[in-house]
């Protein structure tokens, strides 16, 4: 089966929307998808098979840019438990490390959601803590975090160094 995950663009919208309301009832509305295309175009993504889209994701980052978010993930429920989910977690994860001064990626997650919590481990993520109520009364969520160590760009002495190392062997 070959999945493809390539970035939204606007006239996916309405069919996401048609995914969400039967995957994530009450949770997503086409004025919120609108609001994340403006903020973060370029870290929102689509997973289709055939051509059909059967699922996809957001992820956004700070004013700062230090912290990144897993914002949703969503797969239509004929297409989970085959690794989609954790393509889109991998896909957005690489598109954060783009950003140089990323720290930290957070996710939320409900805590009953053993698969996700499983597939978010599984990349290193690690809880933080647990919100009581975060999105209304009962409605709990664990704040999962993964922390990204800074790359380390060599300087012009070190690169000097490996130059005359490389031609002396």
């Not at 929307?17 to 870290?43: G, V």
């Not at 840019?65 to 954790?86: A, D, H, M, P």
Request: glycine share 6%.
């Amino acid at each position: 089966m070959e999945v493809r995950i390539e970035r939204v663009v606007r006239d996916d919208f309405a069919e996401m929307i048609t995914l969400a309301d039967m995957t994530l009832p009450d949770r997503m509305n086409l004025h919120e998808l609108k609001k994340y295309m403006e903020l973060f175009p370029e870290l929102i993504f689509k997973a289709t098979y055939n051509g059909q889209l059967i699922g996809f994701s957001c992820a956004g980052i700070d004013m700062y840019q230090t912290t990144g978010w897993l914002l949703f993930s969503n797969v239509s429920k004929e297409f989970q438990g085959q690794g989609i989910g954790k393509r889109l977690i991998e896909t957005r994860l690489q598109a954060l490390r783009q950003f140089p001064t990323l720290r930290t990626v957070q996710v939320t997650v409900s805590e009953t959601n053993a698969s996700s919590i499983r597939a978010l481990s599984a990349y290193g993520f690690r809880l933080a803590h647990a919100e009581q109520d975060y999105y209304g009364p009962g409605k709990h969520r664990n704040l999962m975090e993964l922390s990204i160590l800074p790359v380390v760009q060599p300087t012009a002495a070190s690169s000097s160094w490996e130059e005359k190392v490389h031609t002396q062997i």
